[in-house]
Structures are given as structure tokens and as C-alpha cells.
């Protein structure tokens, strides 16, 4: 994390010495770049955080569990499915069943 830090350091200081030779010909050259410079260390340092946290210990127990619940979720949909058909498959051959017998008594 220092190294990426001191790294991110030399790229602000030199696009901090590209504004500032930028800003002496345009008024606010420097303002817009400091607000671009900040936007992206916060989308920057949010994604890293992000990333420790994902990778982290609990982040991967996190995971762990989250998959955990949509393979049972999953599990349940085709239990479910399945015993839809199988019951729809028992009331065609119940109503076969009747059909036969009733063609029998005439």
C-alpha cells in the first residue's frame, strides 16, 4: 500500500507541475485539474478498499455464504419443479385411469 501510495504521490506532483504551467494560460486549468485529481483519488482509493475488503478474511467467508445460499435457493426452484411435474404427471394418469374406466362401463 506505501508503494502505491508514494507512486500515486510523483503522478499528483507532476500533474500538479502540468497544471500549473497549463494554468498560467488558462484561469481555471488549475481548479478543474485539482477537482479531476480528487474525484479520481476517491474513486481510486474506494476501489482498493473495496478490493481489501472483498479478499479480506470475511470478505471471503462473506462470499462463501452468499454462494452458499443461491446454490440452496436453486436447489429448492428445481426440487420444486420436479415435484410440480411429477404431480401433474400423477393427475394425467389419474384422469387416463378415469377416461378408461368410463369407456369400459358404456
Request: charged letters at 25%; one cysteine or more; aromatic letters at 8%.
Amino acid at each position: 500500500m506505501l508503494a502505491w501510495g508514494l507512486v500515486w504521490l510523483a503522478a499528483g506532483l507532476v500533474a500538479f507541475a502540468i497544471l500549473a504551467m497549463i494554468g498560467a494560460e488558462l484561469p481555471y486549468a488549475g481548479a478543474a485539474g485539482a477537482l479531476l485529481w480528487v474525484g479520481a483519488t476517491a474513486v481510486t482509493s474506494y476501489k482498493i478498499a473495496r478490493l481489501d475488503h472483498d479478499v479480506s478474511a470475511g470478505g471471503v467467508e462473506r462470499h462463501r455464504i452468499d454462494k452458499g445460499y443461491d446454490l440452496a435457493r436453486e436447489q429448492l426452484r428445481h426440487e420444486y419443479g420436479l415435484k410440480r411435474l411429477a404431480l401433474e404427471t400423477y393427475i394425467k394418469c389419474l384422469e387416463m385411469n378415469d377416461r378408461r374406466l368410463e369407456d369400459k362401463r358404456r
